[in-house]
């Protein structure tokens, strides 16, 4: 037993606490997770909080996605160079923010910049190397498979289908809905 106000007693107060202010905050992330909420870090979209929002129709051109990457040897190496952020999705990887530019069966060309079918995206030169100088190896172009779509973000140096080519649309999550975000 301890006497209120020793040294012993303010201790285990403020560990209560503590275990309290992290139970409090714990929770309030997971119900965020669960309700579909997400905070965005990285600057291919704009900073802070978004909401995935269900998709009840097959992802269209133009719509910008939360999508979870598949385990491949690409986004394995995107892992280690510290493209993709830490998630709770398979691979340990965060959900990706990209906007759809083209959908199964359009032909993806790459050169200096993507077109689809003929028409140049904007803002979608390439880099030849990262920010650490490593060289970046563009995806060779093609058609878009079935069930699939290819990504794009107007970042110069974001890492999106430019380089790892059209991803499964069984990875979409839902639309990525702006809630409380600025630009980078």
Partial sequence: MFA???????????????GLA???????????????FRINLTSSEPLGLWRIV???????R???VFICPPITTVMQEARERGYLRSGTFQ??????????????GQHVEIGADVTIDGRPIASSDL???DGKGRPMKPYPGGVVPDDSVFLHSPFR???????????PASGILGLAKPVLTDAP
């Fill in 4 to 18: 209120f106000g020793t040294r012993s007693a303010r201790r285990t107060h403020a560990v209560v606490l503590l």
């Fill in 22 to 36: 992290i139970s409090v905050v714990g929770g309030g992330v997971a119900a965020a997770i669960v309700g579909g």
């Fill in 54 to 60: 269900a998709l009840d129709r097959p992802a269209a």
């Fill in 62 to 64: 133009g719509g910008l």
């Fill in 91 to 104: 691979g340990g990887v965060a959900p990706l923010i990209k906007a759809v530019v083209a959908v199964a």
């Fill in 127 to 129: 880099i030849e190397r």
């Fill in 157 to 167: 140096s974001s890492y999106d289908s430019r380089y790892f080519g059209p991803l």
